[in-house]
């Protein structure tokens, strides 16, 4: 039901009873490499072309995540996708092989947390008793889409943030064992002028700040309520930005831990990432693989995630505009009182 | 549906303007030095003319050829050193470091067209590998072949180029 303005609050407790996560060579090499269900060795996973590859994982996060909710493809009754390539067609083609009713969404790197607001949302309603959510993203997909061909030598300023190629899935059921999804946040548009794609922290950072206060201002809830509150990809610039407009705005975020699922994904020191990760995937390969293992193993009782998603597109910003950004914020429970 | 709202508005808004908050934003972007960039462009940069000319020499001196005649065929295998490094996928990781040290040179070129080709082959050989080739080497013959219109004028003008 709605509380406050722009959330909503979970009172029948759907629970999150199976989730999984694939990914590309590069987030095998990070440190949460052992939270992964798979890990594939090489970018183009034997697939004939970027898109395809991008597609395989999101089909084999699905299918572990089924698997791992030890439930039946059969009983899931819908899934909830989106992801970054035009006319989302990672995920139309995975729904394709899924073949259960499905409703595509488009919340850029936002969309991790998007999938699971709506999910929670049609659980909680009583519409479905197990719903699919997932999001994918390939970083030779996106350069190829949004920047330039993978091969081509442009030096990257250290502003830019690295996709990550992956996919991470969550089945939300009526009932179960799992962490609890307790709530989210749906976010507005802002776009405070920054028109640089090479620097999406800063233009996504206004949109994180907004939608954490919504969400305190809708739910009562203070930062101390939760052991740890992470952005999706705000990454090495956008994250210190977002921490700072917060305590300006004397929301007291000294009281837990915030983190930047971006800065988590790599070794920001040793991998060659530029300011840290972004991407659908970002988001959702640590929320769904590293996060909840936490929650469920008692080390985190409750968390905020917040996606954050710059939604342009490379026909917005040549023509000079600049990046509308959103901010999607979900709490997940340990579900234990 | 009822609404229950509790200690609605707790936290301020966000007070700061557009153009602040991208002064602000501003402050918070990494220093990139421009020193180091440059002596890096220098160095590979450098380092590829000089490779160049050392295949010229080649022809010059192993092939009889003279300077001129070696010029096109040096031009070729400095693409074709480029395009190989782009097949292997060094090429961009060298730029990461170079700037435009490995951009400007005629192997730079090569790795736009040739980086192109390989990233499009997926959607065909007439509409992807043929319709992308240009999609960034494109702007760089428009306009240079603009650029070489408007010498040629002022050539004419001051009566200085040409025969």
Redo the contacts between chains.
């Keep these: 039901?709605?509380?406050?303005?722009q959330s909503w609050w979970f009172e029948k407790r759907p629970v999150i009873i199976g989730e999984a996560t694939v990914v590309g060579p590069d987030e095998g090499n990070g440190p949460l490499a052992a939270d992964f269900d798979l890990v594939h060795p090489e970018l183009d996973m034997q697939q004939?072309?970027?898109?395809k590859a991008e597609r395989l994982l999101l089909e084999q996060a699905s299918e572990f995540a089924i698997q791992n909710a030890r439930i039946d493809r059969g009983q899931v009754q819908y899934y909830v996708g989106g992801d970054l390539m035009n006319q989302i067609i990672s995920n139309s083609f995975a729904a394709r092989s899924l073949g259960v009713p499905y409703i595509g969404v488009f919340g850029a790197c936002s969309t991790s947390m998007e999938t699971l607001a709506l999910a929670s949302l049609i659980v909680n309603s009583g519409s479905g008793s197990h719903v699919l959510a997932g999001t994918c993203s390939h970083n030779c997909t996106a350069e190829?889409q949004f920047r330039?061909?993978?091969?081509?030598?442009?030096?990257?300023?250290?502003?830019a943030q690295y996709t990550v190629t992956g996919a991470g899935a969550a089945v939300v059921a009526a009932e179960g064992e799992g962490p609890v999804v307790e709530c989210a946040t749906i976010g507005k548009i802002?776009?405070?002028?920054?028109k640089d794609p090479f620097?999406m922290g800063?233009a996504m950072?206004?949109a994180a700040?907004?939608t954490i206060?919504a969400h305190?201002?809708?739910?009562?809830r203070s930062p101390g309520d939760y052991d740890l509150i992470v952005t999706g990809d705000l990454a090495?610039?956008g994250h210190?930005?977002a921490k700072d407009?917060l305590l300006q705005?004397?929301?007291p975020m000294n009281d837990t831990v915030f983190g930047d699922c971006g800065l988590m994904v790599y070794d920001v020191e040793k991998q060659?990432v530029q300011?840290g990760g972004s991407g659908c995937a970002c988001s959702a390969v640590v929320t769904y693989g590293h996060l909840l293992k936490r929650v469920k193993k008692g080390e985190l009782n409750r968390i905020l995630v917040v996606a954050t998603g710059a939604l342009l597109s490379p026909l917005s910003y040549q023509q000079g505009e600049s990046i509308p950004c959103i901010a999607h914020a979900v709490a997940i429970s340990a579900g234990k009182e | 549906?009822?609404?229950?709202?509790?200690?609605?508005?707790?936290?301020?808004?966000?007070?700061?303007s557009?153009?602040e908050?991208?002064s602000?934003?501003k402050t918070?972007?990494?220093p990139?030095s421009i020193f180091a960039?440059c002596v890096k462009a220098f160095v590979v940069g450098g380092a590829i003319c000089v490779l160049g000319q050392a295949i010229q020499e080649l022809f010059v001196h192993l092939m009889g050829m003279s300077n001129e005649q070696a010029s096109n065929p040096t031009v070729a295998v400095l693409i074709l050193l480029s395009v190989i490094l782009?097949?292997l996928?060094v090429?961009?990781k060298?730029?990461?470091w170079?700037?435009?040290g490995?951009?400007v040179p005629v192997t730079?070129f090569a790795?736009?067209m040739?980086?192109?080709a390989?990233?499009?082959r997926?959607e065909g050989l007439v509409l992807g590998v043929g319709g992308n080739m240009f999609?960034?080497a494109g702007a760089v013959i428009v306009y240079g072949t603009v650029a070489a219109f408007f010498v040629g004028i002022v050539h004419l003008i001051l009566g200085t180029g040409g025969q």
């Design positions: 039901m709605l509380r406050g303005k004939k072309s970027w898109e190829k330039y061909p993978t091969e081509y030598g442009s030096q990257k300023p250290p502003t802002v776009d405070l002028g920054i620097n800063a950072a206004p700040v907004d206060q305190f201002n809708d739910t009562g090495g610039v210190p930005i407009l705005n004397n929301v060659k300011a | 549906m009822a609404t229950k709202s509790k200690g609605a508005q707790r936290f301020k808004k966000m007070s700061m557009p153009k908050y991208q602000f934003a918070k972007e990494p990139r960039n782009t097949s996928g090429y961009d060298l730029a990461q170079a700037g435009a490995s951009a730079g790795n736009s040739c980086s192109a390989l990233e499009h997926s999609k960034l």
